[in-house]
């Protein structure tokens, strides 16, 4: 097989839930691997900027809204997702929301706020796809994301984030071993410090500098960082990697 095969995605369709932030690049990069496109979002200008870069990409774009703390919403985002193209052969889970505070002051709908977002919705997200697409196609490419923050602890107002990422991370390993045998590969990326629309209000000036130093590439990652390896695990030559996760962070966590 020639190695830009190994790689491309042509022919397959891709379903960004997230669309905005960390899902841009994603998307982006999927699309430029030859894959159709459905991006996802509670937010119309973000599906409708995502679906904008993967039509300039040259490949065919989706949009569709949905709420991550409602499983019928995202059961109908899935359903329309079909409707359009009939599979689905990659889901990136990618929905972003800040709820952050220190432990003894998380209320209750903050603490449920963040564990619906980034455990629950993320387990529906992948359940509903796999019980209406990938098992009954034997095939399938899921890629969750979580954080370094789900390995180890980068603040002191994360315990909600803290906990709910390293569930995604085993719940991924979960999927993994679960679903293998249908030919379905779950896979879990970790991003670091990244900018995007949820972080650029805080990772600024001092703070900025102060994060930076603390990275060996010397720098925070954008959106565009997380293509590479997103496509990597969305491709053929991911076969036999299965529940695993991978840090995109610089080398944070190695430092």
Not at 49 to 78: H, N, P, Q
Not at 129 to 150: C, E, L, R, T, Y
Not at 224 to 248: R, T
Request: hydrophobic share 45%; glycine share 12%; aromatic share 8%.
């Amino acid at each position: 097989m020639m190695l830009d095969s190994l790689f491309s995605l042509k022919g397959r369709t891709a379903l960004v839930a997230g669309a905005g932030g960390l899902g841009i690049g994603m998307a982006e990069g999927f699309a430029k691997a030859g894959a159709d496109v459905i991006v996802a979002d509670i937010s119309p200008d973000n599906t409708a900027r995502a679906a904008k870069i993967v039509t300039d990409c040259g490949t065919k774009a989706w949009e569709l809204g949905f709420d991550i703390y409602d499983r019928d919403s995202i059961e109908k985002m899935v359903d329309d997702a079909l409707k359009f193209t009939g599979k689905i052969d990659i889901l990136a889970n990618s929905v972003g929301i800040s709820r952050m505070g220190h432990a003894e002051d998380l209320t209750v709908d903050d603490w449920q706020a963040v564990i619906n977002a980034f455990l629950s919705g993320v387990f529906y997200a992948c359940q509903i796809v796999g019980q209406k697409a990938m098992i009954p196609q034997k095939f399938g490419k899921i890629i969750n994301i979580a954080s370094i923050s789900g390995m180890v602890v980068t603040g002191d107002m994360g315990s909600s984030y803290c906990t709910a990422k390293a569930g995604v991370i085993q719940l991924s390993k979960a999927l993994a071993t679960e679903w293998c045998k249908y030919n379905i590969n779950v896979n879990c990326i970790s991003p670091g410090y990244m900018l995007t629309a949820l972080t650029e209000g805080f990772l600024v000036g001092d703070v900025l500098e102060h994060v930076s130093s603390g990275i060996p590439k010397g720098r925070i990652g954008t959106p565009e960082d997380m293509a590479g390896l997103a496509v990597f695990l969305a491709s053929e030559s991911s076969e036999y990697i299965i529940g695993q996760n991978i840090a995109i962070d610089g080398g944070y966590t190695a430092h």
